[in-house]
């Protein structure tokens, strides 16, 4: 049996009038202090330690949106090209 509800981003059904009116933010850094977390919500973000860089994702319901596949990648290729990592640790939940 279909479900008739189905979940999607708020800002494909808000009125654009509403969603233009919201404020823009910046993109927050990837980069964050071992042992600490964002304090608002960020999907993708990671920590450095030793050697060892600790990519963190975060997808609702664990699906991941070509939006956040290419953030993904993106946040791969900042830490390959600005630090001194050997290993990566993907921390995906």
């Known amino acids: 049996r279909g479900n008739k509800y189905s979940k999607l981003p708020s800002a494909m059904v808000l009125p654009k009038e509403f969603v233009k009116a919201l404020p823009y933010l910046d993109e927050p850094d990837l980069f964050l202090e071992f042992g600490t977390f964002p304090k608002t919500f960020q999907d993708i973000f990671y920590w450095e330690k030793n050697l060892a860089c600790f990519l963190w994702f975060d997808f609702y ?30 921390m995906g939940g």
Request: one cysteine or more.
């Open 61 to 90: 319901d664990g699906a991941m949106s070509t939006d956040q596949c290419y953030r993904l990648c993106k946040a791969w290729d900042c830490i390959q090209s600005n630090s001194k990592c050997k290993i990566i640790v993907m």
